[in-house]
Structure formats: structure tokens, C-alpha cells
């Protein structure tokens, strides 16, 4: 059973997201193409251009990093890059242990998906599925837990610096305090065995990422690319030197947003705010902000002029890392990608991009937020069934979901409105009277009127408060399923991980999500497990 729901009424995005979704008119100059499959021949026409030479380094960077994987499938789809027929679809993602959150597998499954689709529709070109490894970022805290049979476990390592250059140290440690909840079942055997062949002691967290998604998702053609390196990044080193010299990124992105509070609303708060300098410096055991203090450029063990800085840069371009604003450029200048898929934040600071590709010459992406999923067990569904659940109920919080459920099951009425309406109209009759003999007691009438209804809501939490006492086993039965969809208080797919579901249903909970995850169809899912 599936059923999709409107986006609209979960809740799920913000005010912003939901108004570029639907295509308001005060955001339509801050994207090229809406998210619609029409339009991807417009992005064709506009992608076409991209060069024949950064094919090349691409495919050789790409056949580098999957040296030691052999897929047919995946290094068939790196050679067809060097085609210019063919383009990317492009999703990525912090180096998430064991993947952390659900909705990290829903980014890939919407994306390899969508490429299906999109062959379908323009057959003539090959679309390629891709994840691009955050493997850059520093905040290795933020990826650093996973949440597994109700338990927060976490991996605590020494190291620091960019999060993908880490090696793996006593892992074997935090993979036996998550394998001792193991089952004794295929299932378990098999995931088992994915993940200590991903995350081995030689392998840095970028390998084992990359090791993990592709057992998963290799068969699928899947390509995952690890933009840490000294050939991709050279290519983007002209874009680099000129945010060295001209902090083009803050110039445009301010821009951008005082544009959009213009246009759509003055209480806009931009996603991300751009530094002077929206590059870090990477070193072994660190990732620094570049800083500028007059003519010289501040790192932390030295000061460089503007000619050492910009030396430094084309012998090792690799030491140099795009922040959360230039990452998107850099995306969009190594890959002839056609469109990003990324979390509702993510939309939010791309649309603060659009004029600083315009400047560079870069064509935008079309951009649209991953699919969202509610998946619902046997269990949960019976229970979902017996107390006739409504789906729209399910983005209620946890107090209104159980007090509307235990009011819709209680025998008695415990919905005190009907006495509210009778008392309008007693005190409407009041209203009238006083005005027409002396009107300076409407303010005791008011008051009165206040400590009635006052009373009548105070009544009725009471009434509730013990009715919940008579139901009890009702009101365990609301909890659970509660529990179910938000899980130490967070929406399931932002807390849950894979492997909770993989354990029970093996490889078919996989084979269920491909036959119903779907992009285009601009729906929440909500999806029953087999």
C-alpha cells in the first residue's frame, strides 16, 4: 500500500521552499527551469557547451578513484562521460557513518530513478546518476552518529581536518556495539558483511564511504565521486583565484539576497551567509578558513602575500577547499550536470546563487528538494487501521495527534465547543442589550465572557486527563505510533537509519523503495513495508 499526500500539508518545508515549488512569481529571476521533466530539454541546450577536455579529466579522475572496484555497469557509465551526449544527475551528502539518516538512501534512489525516466523521455542522451562525497567538510561531530534500534551509537575519533582524509581507527570498536543488535538472519549476515568490507582500518572515511554506497548501489550504475583531488580541482582554480582576489561570492550572494527581500519578502533570512572568503586551506590534520588582513593572507602558520597565495594555489590546487557557497560552482564546473537534488535547506542557498554563476559564466542547474518518505511496518499500519488514522494527521505533534485520537474514540463527547457556541449567543444577546442601555459594562460582560469560556476549556483538558485514564492501553497504542514516525522526537526519515529497516526485509526493502520512489510525481510517500 502507498498513498501520496500533498506536499502542502506535512509540513515539511519551509514557507520559502514551498513558494519556489509552486512557482511564486517574486522567485522565478534566482532559477533558470522548474523542476519539470519538459524543461530538461531547455537544460540540454543550455549543457551542451561543456567541454570535451574536462570529459576527459573527468573520466581519468573517475577511472583513478574506482581502480580497485570493478563494475561493469559503473565504469561503462565513467567512459560514456567523454560523451557529449551524455549528462549527470547529481545528489550528494556528508560522510553520514553507516550512511546515518534514512533519507540519505532516498537522495540516490531519486536520483538513479530520475535518470531512468529522463532516458525515457529524451533517448537520444545518457543520464548518469551521481553522488558527490562531502568529503571536505570538517564537522565531523554532525556525522559522527547513527541511530540504531532506538539507540544513539556513536564513533569518537582523534582525528582532525577534512572528515574524508580521516583514517579509520578502532573502528571495530563502534561496529561491534552496533553489530551485538544483530539478528541471527540472512539479512543480518549480508549487511554484515557489506559493512566490515567498507569500513576497514587502511580505508579513510571517504573510501569507506564510497565502499558502502557502492555495494549498495553500484549494480544500479551508480557513480560516486570524491571531488577532493588535485586534477578536478584544477580545473576550478581560475574560479578559486578570483574569489582570492575579487571575493566575488560575497559580492553577488549579498546581492542576490537583498534582491529576494525585495522581491518576495523583507522577513527573508538567507540559508547561508558568505564570508569575504569562501575558501578554506587544507592540511593534514586541519581545515582553515582563508582569511585576508590587509595586502597579506592569513593562515595559521603563516602569512602570504597575494603572488605566494596565488602560487600555492597552482601547485596545489588540492589544499584548497570550496565552503558550502563555492562547493555548488565547483559542482557545476567539473560535471556537465544537468540538475542538483539536495535536502529543503540545501534549496534554500542555492537559490541565493543564481547571479554568481551568471557572473562566471556557469549555467545553473535545475535544482529540486529529495523525495520525502514515511515508511509505515505491518505493525504500525494495523494500528494506524484499528484507530482510523488519518495520513494528515500523522505531521501532528505529539500531544494534538494523541488528544485528537483519544477525542475521536472516547464515548463521551469530550469536545466542548457545542456549549462555546451556545455561550456566543448568550453573550451576544448581553452584547446587545448593554449597548443600548448603558455600554460602559461591556467591559464587565467581556470579562465575564472571558471566565467562561476559560472555564469551559479548563472543563474540558480535565475531562480529557481522565478520559486518557480510562484509556490507556489507547493512549500506549497513539505513543507507539508516534514513536514510529518521529523517533527521539524527529521526523523518521531524519533520525532512522537504513539498516533497521534492512535487517527485517533484506533486499526487497530496497527493491520497494525503486518501484515507488518517484521525483516527478511532487508528492509526499507514504509506504507500507512487506
Not at 469 to 497: A, C, G, V, W
Amino acid at each position: 500500500m502507498k498513498k501520496r499526500i500533498d506536499l502542502k500539508k506535512t509540513k515539511v518545508y519551509s514557507d520559502f521552499v514551498f513558494d519556489f515549488l509552486n512557482g511564486n512569481k517574486a522567485l522565478k529571476n534566482f532559477y533558470n527551469s522548474s523542476f519539470d521533466i519538459k524543461n530538461f530539454k531547455k537544460q540540454l541546450e543550455l549543457k551542451k557547451s561543456f567541454s570535451l577536455s574536462k570529459r576527459n579529466t573527468l573520466v581519468k579522475e573517475l577511472l583513478s578513484q574506482y581502480s580497485d572496484i570493478k563494475n561493469k555497469k559503473v565504469l561503462k557509465n565513467i567512459n560514456l562521460l567523454s560523451k557529449e551526449s551524455t549528462f549527470t544527475i547529481t545528489t550528494g551528502h556528508q560522510l553520514s557513518i553507516l550512511t546515518g539518516p534514512i533519507f540519505f538512501v532516498y537522495k540516490i534512489i531519486s536520483v538513479i530513478n530520475m535518470c531512468v525516466k529522463l532516458k525515457r523521455e529524451y533517448p537520444e542522451n545518457n543520464f548518469l546518476p551521481v553522488f558527490w562525497l562531502a568529503s571536505e567538510d570538517h564537522d565531523f561531530e554532525e556525522i559522527s552518529e547513527v541511530y540504531f534500534r532506538d539507540k544513539k551509537i556513536n564513533y569518537s575519533t582523534k582525528a582532525k581536518g577534512s572528515v574524508g582524509r580521516m583514517k579509520l581507527e578502532d573502528f571495530k570498536a563502534f561496529l561491534d556495539q552496533i553489530f551485538k543488535f544483530f539478528p541471527t538472519n540472512k539479512q543480518a549476515k549480508r549487511i554484515k558483511k557489506i559493512i566490515t568490507t567498507a569500513y576497514k582500518d587502511k580505508f579513510t572515511l571517504a573510501g569507506a564511504t564510497r565502499s558502502l554506497i557502492h555495494q549498495l548501489f553500484g549494480d544500479k550504475g551508480l557513480i560516486i565521486i570524491d571531488p577532493d583531488s588535485h586534477d578536478l580541482k584544477k580545473i576550478f582554480s581560475s574560479y578559486m583565484e578570483d574569489e582570492l582576489i575579487n571575493n566575488t561570492c560575497q559580492e553577488f550572494v549579498n546581492k542576490t539576497v537583498k534582491n529576494i527581500k525585495e522581491a518576495y519578502s523583507e522577513k527573508y533570512i538567507p540559508q547561508v551567509n558568505p564570508r569575504e572568503i569562501n575558501l578554506f586551506h587544507l592540511n593534514v590534520n586541519s581545515r582553515e578558513r582563508i582569511m585576508r588582513k590587509g595586502s597579506k593572507y592569513i593562515l595559521s602558520d603563516k602569512n602570504l602575500s597575494q603572488k605566494e597565495m596565488l602560487n600555492e594555489l597552482n601547485k596545489r590546487p588540492e589544499n584548497f577547499s570550496p565552503n558550502v557557497l563555492m562547493r555548488p560552482l565547483f559542482q557545476e564546473v567539473i560535471l556537465p550536470n544537468l540538475c542538483y537534488i539536495g535536502g529543503p535547506s540545501e534549496m534554500s542557498y542555492w537559490l541565493q546563487l543564481k547571479s554568481f554563476f551568471d557572473y562566471h559564466g556557469v549555467v545553473f542547474p535545475i535544482i529540486n528538494p529529495r523525495v520525502s518518505v514515511l515508511l509505515i511496518t505491518q505493525k504500525m499500519r494495523r494500528k494506524i487501521n484499528k484507530y482510523l488514522i488519518n495520513e494528515n494527521e500523522i505531521f501532528l505533534k505529539k500531544n494534538e495527534f494523541i488528544n485528537l485520537n483519544i477525542k475521536k474514540h472516547s464515548k463521551i463527547d469530550i469536545n466542548l465547543d457545542f456549549l462555546k457556541d451556545a455561550l456566543k449567543k448568550q453573550f451576544k444577546v448581553l452584547d446587545d442589550i448593554v449597548k443600548i442601555t448603558d455600554s460602559s459594562f461591556l467591559g464587565a460582560v467581556n470579562a465575564q465572557k472571558k471566565k467562561q469560556f476559560n472555564g469551559i476549556d479548563k472543563l474540558e483538558k480535565r475531562l480529557l486527563k481522565a478520559q486518557k485514564r480510562k484509556m490507556s492501553s489507547i493512549e500506549n497504542d497513539l505513543k507507539y505510533i508516534h514513536k514510529e514516525i518521529n523517533p527521539d522526537n524527529t521526523f523518521q526519515e531524519r533520525k532512522i537509519n537504513f539498516i533497521d529497516f534492512y535487517l527485517h526485509y533484506g533486499d526487497i526493502f530496497f527493491e520497494n523503495l525503486f518501484d515507488n520512489i518517484d521525483l516527478f510525481e511532487k508528492k509526499f510517500l507514504v509506504l507500507d513495508l512487506k
